[in-house]
Every structure is written in structure tokens, then in C-alpha cells.
């Protein structure tokens, strides 16, 4: 049983090398041992009772480089397929920290060398759309766009650049992304990183210009200091701001400036209410001048207020809120049916908008929305994309539609000519 604690000149144990390349059954066999997990390790189990003694214990573990090249957080983007991300930047991982001494790499960037796609995907798109910089330093100037052509991957490719990636950055070679891609014949990639005559990308990029612009009366925003507020007590207001409307109005009304709070998922509290799709609670956060940004809006159903951020600035229709979430999901998740989804296509919406795979259609089978499920699918959208937001191995609006039960949907999409 000693031997279940072996590791290799590097320092890293038979039971991280065992997930890193996917051996379920050599991993079990260790952990059967008794094996005593560290930090790094109990990321990998996903035991979160022993992490958070560990980190209770010595909390510059969350900062420290690990065998595995760095942070635990590094280490999580490396598991990928884990929707816990949060619990370790919430504990004091920092998103872009890359430990002298280490891989080089951030955990954005590691999230490129997962071992499956789907993870490398879903971990990716944890990190970016919550805190991360597309554009940390990385050694080699390996970047992160640069990570996700090496995979060959449109859907990384287009994550990396909606968050911000600079198409134009050079490797230590001198290579551009779409050079590398040309490198290693890649012909798709090299088209999606064309860029016009003055270097922008073609891609759309997360536009998130309403985030911070006005309140909910369309009054420019004024965001008061939450300097010597405690991030703890930040994240508990965000956090309850997902479903506890006593919680967080018992928080704020002791301190109204807590309405504005960010949690270090860099998640509005009004935009934790927003992605639920809970009205009384985006309610209670413009009563207190929180910013209503548009995928707020679409999730209220205010129409009018819809109307008018995209008139200040059409190009909106590319904005995602919390965590990806593109502005069309919001339709399915709170506010205003086909005809609000009918509006924003109008102004330029596209109309499979995806995050992590999933679109709008996955969203409508989750909530069994069979009316907006229908106008979109009469309105030509996608039948079949690989949605990995709910399952790492990717399932289709059709096969969630079979396993949840939504015979309606499902005879809707046999219809119209989904095959699996």
C-alpha cells in the first residue's frame, strides 16, 4: 500500500498521472489505498472537504507552484470537465497566476493541453468568462490563442478570440496565430483568423460595453467604492443573488453599496439574478441602482430597454453576460419568448450563439420551452451541435430532449430532421 504514494523525479504522484492520461480503473485502485490526496490531488478527485482543510490549513497553497506545473487551479484547467472551478478562486487561486519555477503557462492556457477536447472547452471557457485574461503572458509567447490552434479547434479558436485575444500577438518564433495555423496545414483555422484590411479579427468579440452603463431608469451608472469591503462578503451577496432574495436583501439593506458587488468569478450580483432568470431579485438590485445591462434586460423581458441599448450601441448584439452566457440564451432562461428573441435576431443576434457548445435549443430543452424551441427551429437554426455545458461528452438538443423527457421537443426535431 506504500507504493500508492510513488512519485516521479518531477514530484508528481502515480495517482495525478493516472488522470492525466484517463485511467479510471488505476485511479480508483490508488485511491482505494488510502492514499493521503494534497491540494493538487483532491482538485482531481473533486473531494472538496479535503481541499478546503488543506487550504483552511495554509491558504498560500492556493498561490503555490505544485509538481504539476502550477497552482491548483492550473491543475483543475489540466482535469477539465469540472464545473467547480469556482470553488478554487473563491478559496484565493488568482486566474492568471503562473508560478516562477513552473509550466510558464496560466490555467487558461493549460486548459489548452487537456487531454480532451470537451474538457480543454469547458475549462477554458470557465476561466475566460469568469476573471481570465485572454491575453496573460505565457512563456514562449505560446498563447492562449496560440494553444488553441495547436488543438486544431474552431470552437476554442472562437472562444479565445470573443474574449479578447490579440490575433496579431507573435510567438517567440515571430509567429502569428493564423501563421502557426498555416504551419501546420490547418486550413480552417487559418480562414477563421483572417482579419480584414486594418487587423481586426472577423470573429465577433464579447462586447460588453452595457455591463456598467446605466441603471435601470437608463440613467448613467454611478458605482460607488467598494474598497475595505471584504471579497468574502462580496460573493456571499453574489451568491445569494442566484436564488435567496432574503438573504441578499438582509446584506444589502444593512449596506446598499453591496448591490454592486462582484464576486471573484467576476459575476454582478444582479448578474448572478439575471442568468437564473429571477425577476424579484434583478428587481430588488435596480430598486438599488444596479446596472441594467442588456442580457439583464432580455432576461426581464423589457422590451423598451432592450430597444434602447441597442440603439446606443448595436453592436450589443454581441455581448455576453455572466459566464458566457451569450445574450439569446437569456431569452430561454427569463424573458419575452419568440418575440423577444425575434427582436434581437432582427438587430443582428446570431442565431446559434454558443457557449461551451450548448445554444439557445439546448437551453429550451432544459426548461422545456416548446415555443421558443419551435420558432427557433423554424427560424433555421442548427439541430445538431454538441453541447458540452451539461455533459462532458457532448449531447445534441435531441438526445437531452430524449433523456429529459420532452416528447414534444423531441417530435419537433424529428420533424424538422435531427438524426441523433
Known amino acids: 500500500p506504500g507504493l500508492a504514494g510513488t512519485r516521479d523525479e518531477r514530484g508528481l504522484s502515480a495517482y495525478l498521472l493516472a488522470h492525466l492520461g484517463g485511467h479510471a480503473e ?3 485502485l490508488l ?13 482531481f478527485a473533486e473531494d472538496w472537504k479535503r481541499f478546503e482543510a488543506l487550504v483552511a490549513a495554509d491558504p498560500g497553497l492556493c498561490r503555490a507552484l505544485h509538481p504539476i506545473g502550477g497552482t491548483p487551479l492550473y491543475g483543475a484547467a489540466l482535469a477539465g470537465e469540472s464545473d467547480d472551478l469556482y470553488r478554487l478562486r473563491g478559496a484565493g487561486c488568482r486566474p492568471d497566476e503562473a508560478p516562477a519555477g513552473g509550466s510558464g503557462f496560466t490555467p487558461a492556457r493549460a486548459a489548452m493541453e487537456c ?57 517567440a518564433e515571430g509567429r502569428s496565430a493564423r501563421a502557426l ?35 435601470g431608469g437608463g440613467a448613467p451608472l454611478e458605482r460607488p467604492v467598494l474598497a475595505g469591503v471584504p471579497q468574502e462578503l462580496q460573493n456571499k451577496v453574489t451568491g445569494g443573488s442566484h436564488n435567496n432574495l432574503g438573504a441578499v436583501r438582509a446584506l444589502v ?36 441602482g444596479a446596472p441594467l445591462s442588456l442580457p439583464t434586460a432580455v432576461s426581464l423581458g423589457d422590451v423598451a430597454a432592450v430597444e434602447r ?45 454558443e457557449s461551451q457548445g450548448a445554444t439557445t ?9 416548446t415555443e421558443l424551441a419551435e ?28 433523456q429529459e423527457g420532452r416528447k414534444r421537443i423531441v417530435e419537433l426535431l424529428e420533424k424538422a430532421g435531427a438524426k441523433s
Open 26 to 28: 488505476i485511479v480508483g
Open 253 to 288: 439593506d444593512a449596506d446598499p453599496r453591496l448591490t454592486f458587488s462582484l464576486s471573484t468569478d467576476d459575476e454582478l450580483a444582479i448578474e448572478a439574478s439575471a442568468h437564473m432568470g429571477n425577476r424579484a431579485i434583478m428587481q430588488y438590485h435596480l430598486e438599488q
Open 181 to 215: 495555423a498555416a504551419q501546420l496545414g490547418w486550413a480552417e483555422g487559418v480562414a477563421l483568423l483572417d482579419a480584414d484590411a486594418e487587423g481586426r479579427a472577423r470573429l465577433p468579440r464579447d462586447h460588453r460595453r452595457s455591463r456598467f452603463a446605466f441603471d
Open 361 to 369: 435549443l439546448h437551453l429550451c430543452v432544459r426548461s422545456d420551452d
Open 309 to 353: 441599448l441597442l440603439d446606443w450601441d448595436p453592436r450589443l448584439v454581441h455581448e455576453r453576460g455572466a459566464h458566457d452566457f451569450p445574450v439569446l440564451y437569456y431569452v430561454a432562461l427569463g424573458g419575452g419568448g419568440p418575440a423577444m428573441a425575434e427582436r434581437l435576431v432582427a438587430r443582428g443576434v446570431e442565431l446559434d450563439q
Open 115 to 171: 487531454r480532451t477536447l470537451s474538457g480543454a472547452l469547458i475549462a477554458a471557457t470557465d476561466l475566460l468568462a469568469n476573471g481570465g485574461d485572454a491575453n496573460a503572458t505565457q512563456r514562449g509567447g505560446d498563447s492562449i490563442l496560440h494553444g488553441a490552434v495547436r488543438r486544431r479547434d474552431e470552437r476554442l479558436v472562437r472562444l479565445a478570440i470573443r474574449k479578447g485575444a490579440h490575433i496579431a500577438a507573435l510567438d
Open 375 to 402: 420558432w427557433l427551429i423554424a427560424r433555421g437554426c442548427a439541430l445538431e451541435p454538441l453541447g458540452y455545458r451539461w455533459n462532458p461528452s457532448g449531447e445534441t438538443p435531441l438526445a437531452l430532449a430524449r
Open 31 to 43: 485511491a482505494a489505498s488510502g492514499l493521503e490526496l494534497d491540494v493538487v490531488e483532491s482538485v
